[in-house]
């Protein structure tokens, strides 16, 4: 086919696709008469396809709106070929109108919606135009849903950092999965419509109840959980040794313990044996970074046992960012090499290979040799769960022999 009413077709829904139309009608552009080329035919293509191609301008002209009453007209040129003679062949279609092309393409209902959605947003929320002229593409996306989307930017407007739950907000037609599906587009349009006195400027991320964060939302706290190893730290009137508390909650209650251990395996932390004036807190991950608020901390001895491979050093630094007096636990070159047969490969497009500043001289070279054998894909990575749990104790008990001996306890 070199005249093909099919690939007319996908042209024109293509320029529909990249929403030329609801540029041109959010900017107050005109621009019709709408004109898309059609194939140039050489004399030798024409000479040797005549019929097929007399055949394919016939079938474009009874498609067009000289038949139809709407679509695409055609304009013709009369080309002088050299044996041929004069013929008179398509060299474009057009659309007259905004509803000629509309018609064509059954797009009038959706866009007549959209033309109407934008008008209403003019008036009722004229701060969204200048966005909504450079990316029409938020409303369109989102047509479906552009009321209750509305509503919800005025409630904001009205209810500044309203410090409820997404499940408190009481906005007629929206519910809590509604503004959960569609946090990107929301936070785009009231990032440009509050003032900064109404967001969290410092707050850029959707992860980790970002969306909430940065609009004044109350949310789910990470829970800590921990244990106490000594049970003369347990208080007399909560005699529970494992606890999860909201940071908040963990934040305020000053634990009189000497020493905190931190690991990131759960099974870790639940057998984690009995030392005195300790505690431990376990399964936190990089969510580690939770634990920069609680300033009690900084006062205490803390221990941080990872996995020996690049995420484990790579929090291991991040922790020490927050309290420079942690010191590692069984994160050292012996235990690896004692157990380099139980190592796994740690892929390259999942490891760290960020620098890691906060490294002591032996975790650097380490993390180093780590490093260089994930790049020739040899078995690196020493998780916490593989080492003999025996070896584990010793080490940890350990260090309470060495405290005692230091007069510590």
Known sequence: MLISLMSIKHKVNKWWEQQ????SYVNSINPFPLFFN???VSEKLLAENFSIIKTEINA???ASKTNKKYGFQIEYTTINYRKIGAQKLPIAIYFETQEDLLKYLGKTQIFNQFCQYFDETKKTLPQLITLLQDQPKIMMDNLENWSQILRVCQYFLQNPLPNVYLRQLDIVGVDTKFIEKNFKTLKLLLD?????????ADINTLSHHGFERRFGLRHPESLIRFR????QLIPLDFPVCDCALPIS??????????RVFITENKINGLSFPNIKQAIVIFGLGYGITSLTK????????????????????????QLRSYFPQTKSLLMDEPTWKKFLHLCVTEPKNQRCTATLPNLKAPEQTLYQKLQSRAELNKPSRLEQERIPFNYCLA???QIQYDAIEQGSF
């Not at 440009?192 to 006195?197: A, D, G, I, Q, W």
């Not at 909650?249 to 000497?258: D, G, K, L, V, Y």
């Open 228 to 231: 106490f190893l000594d049970n």
């Open 192 to 200: 440009t419509l509050l003032p900064e006195s109404h967001r969290l």
């Open 294 to 317: 609680i300033q009690w901390l900084k006062q205490k001895e803390i221990y941080y046992w990872g996995d020996l491979d690049s995420h484990g050093f790579a929090i291991l630094s």
């Open 249 to 258: 909650e963990f934040t305020q209650i000053n634990i009189p313990a000497r």
């Open 38 to 40: 059609l194939p140039k």
């Open 20 to 23: 030329h139309l609801q540029t």
């Open 60 to 62: 474009l002209y009874h």
């Open 395 to 397: 080490h940890i008990q």
